[in-house]
């Protein structure tokens, strides 16, 4: 139990669609990340938000987006889906300045199908 | 891509037998996580080392990190059912973003 919630917990789209995806960080986490997780492959990092802005991002396009809150929760949004968005997404909440070095605790996922 | 090598990618074993997963690059890391995931959950932190040639031990899994921070190993001992799972490699480069570069994945099955 990491005490990282994620929802829902599956979800069906269809190609073009948008996708809010939410996650609620440990109490006093002020950093989170979001993963992508294909089938048979390992997490990769999509962003990272630090008290509500964007702290870097990796090689992802802009339709994924994010948003953090006061209140520890993030949003994944996704527009225009794509088949190969099909995955398990994952969140991940740190504490700290920059969540160098800092222990992320990851949430249980939310899995994506896009048809 | 991946920064981060593991093998192997599936392993099939039979109770009490040991293994070794190795997680390879030609990167320098500040520090490696190793995971293990069950299917529908998030990965969960077994271990983090930092220092080169470090050692640690976790009952019957012991980690190793290489001496020029390259590369890292998990060895379980005498594995057991419960040992079931996905072990996942992860390494942060040492930015400030805290970005984890993870490895495929080893997916370990012990038969009773």
């Known amino acids: 139990e990491t005490g990282v919630t994620q929802s829902p917990t599956h979800l069906i789209k269809t190609r073009g669609q948008q996708v809010t995806l939410r996650c609620s960080s440990q109490s006093g986490h002020n950093t989170v990340s979001w993963y992508q997780q294909a089938l048979g492959q390992g997490p990769q990092f999509i962003f990272q938000?630090?008290?509500?802005?964007?702290?870097g991002r990796g090689n992802f396009p802009p339709r994924f987006s994010g948003l953090q809150f006061p209140n520890y929760s993030s949003e994944l949004n996704v527009n225009a889906l794509e088949l190969d968005d099909s995955a398990l997404y994952l969140c991940a909440s740190s504490q700290g300045t920059s969540g160098r070095t800092d222990t992320q605790y990851f949430g249980p996922g939310t899995r994506l199908t896009v048809l | 891509t991946q920064l981060l090598e593991q093998s192997p990618q599936f392993l099939s074993i039979q109770e009490g037998e040991n293994l070794t997963v190795y997680c390879n690059s030609s990167s320098v890391f500040s520090s490696l996580q190793w995971y293990r995931q069950e299917p529908g959950e998030g990965p969960v932190l077994l271990v983090t080392v930092v220092t080169g040639g470090e050692v640690k031990k976790l009952k019957r899994l012991t980690f190793q990190f290489g001496d020029a921070r390259k590369d890292s190993s998990l060895h379980i001992t005498a594995a057991q059912p419960g040992d079931t799972g996905l072990y996942l490699c992860?390494?942060?480069?040492?930015?400030?973003?805290?970005?984890?570069?993870f490895g495929r994945g080893t997916q370990l099955t012990v038969w009773p």
């Open positions: 938000y630090y008290r509500e802005e964007e702290n």
């Open positions: 992860a390494g942060d480069r040492g930015s400030t973003l805290g970005r984890l570069y």
